[in-house]
């Protein structure tokens, strides 16, 4: 008679708890690196701490706080996403290459409409506030 044989179980994984740790410390590290390498990212990390000062000044409702959060979370990891599209095009061709200079460019280009849309809902919900 024929046996059935079940594959192996291969586990490579530690253990749930310990993974998710150490996943998140991969994560910081990469936040921490955007700020500390790109100009962009502290900048855009300057603009939504004087987001938040002015909502607490004005005393922004919970709508408009959730739609600041939003889009604020949105700028800030578009620009760790294209600091690590950057990275990579680097490390791959580290003379400049017509394809990676255009995958920085439209990473660029991604941050940069959030960054307006970020500008228009800032100026959408305190303008009125500030010439109230």
């Given at each position: 008679m024929d046996q059935i044989v079940k594959?192996?179980?291969?586990?490579?994984?530690?253990?749930?708890?310990?993974?998710?740790?150490?996943?998140?410390?991969?994560a910081f590290d990469g936040i921490i690196y955007?700020?500390?390498?790109?100009?962009?990212?502290?900048?855009?990390?300057?603009?939504?701490?004087?987001?938040?000062i002015l909502g607490f000044v004005y005393k922004i409702n919970s709508t408009e706080w959730l739609?600041?959060?939003?889009?604020?979370?949105?700028?800030?990891?578009?620009?760790?996403?294209?600091?690590?599209?950057?990275?990579?095009?680097?490390?791959?061709?580290p003379d400049q290459h017509p394809r990676a200079r255009m995958s920085k460019h439209c990473a660029a280009g991604a941050v940069l409409i959030l960054s307006i849309a970020a500008i228009a809902i800032g100026l959408i919900i305190f303008l009125p506030k500030i010439f109230a």
């Open positions: 594959p192996p179980i291969i586990r490579n994984h530690e253990p749930f708890l310990r993974h998710q740790v150490k996943s998140f410390g991969y955007s700020f500390d390498k790109g100009t962009h990212f502290k900048m855009q990390t300057i603009a939504l701490l004087l987001v938040v739609v600041l959060i939003l889009i604020s979370s949105a700028v800030i990891s578009a620009e760790a996403t294209n600091t690590a599209i950057e990275e990579a095009c680097n490390m791959l061709h």
